[in-house]
Each structure stands twice: as structure tokens, then as C-alpha cells.
């Protein structure tokens, strides 16, 4: 497994995994429950993992995803 992303950010998080279900690509979230010990502040990063092998396409869906431009 290779980390993909680490974020605080919970939608980011969601989004990431179901984008990357639907393109096959299976993944998996680290420190997901640890919210439990920080008290639920979202101060700890969660780290997506995806396996080697997919990580390359990962991090191209990732990066497309970052370059879209806002509507504001």
C-alpha cells in the first residue's frame, strides 16, 4: 500500500474514496477512528492508501481533480 493523500479534511476524504471506487481502484483509509482519542476535533490527518500498483492512476485522478477550476 502506498499513501495517496493525508488530510484533515472528512469530505475530502469520502469524495476521494467513492471517485475512486468507481474508477476500480481500491482503497483504504488509516486513522479513520482516531478522532475517538483527539476528541473529535479533525485534528488528525487521515491517510488514504491505495495499493502500489494503482497508484499511479490515483494520484492522475487526484490531480485532475485538484486543477478543476471554481465557480466562484
Do not use: K, N
Request: hydrophobic share 50%; proline share 4%.
Amino acid at each position: 500500500m502506498r499513501e495517496l493523500v493525508r488530510t484533515t479534511d472528512p469530505v475530502l476524504v469520502s469524495w476521494l474514496e467513492a471517485t475512486l471506487r468507481a474508477e476500480g481502484i481500491e482503497s483504504f483509509v488509516l486513522d479513520l477512528h482516531m478522532s475517538v482519542l483527539e476528541g473529535s476535533i479533525g485534528l488528525l490527518p487521515r491517510r488514504v492508501m491505495v495499493a502500489e500498483d494503482d497508484f499511479a492512476a490515483a494520484s492522475l485522478i487526484l490531480r485532475q481533480a485538484q486543477d478543476v477550476p471554481d465557480d466562484d
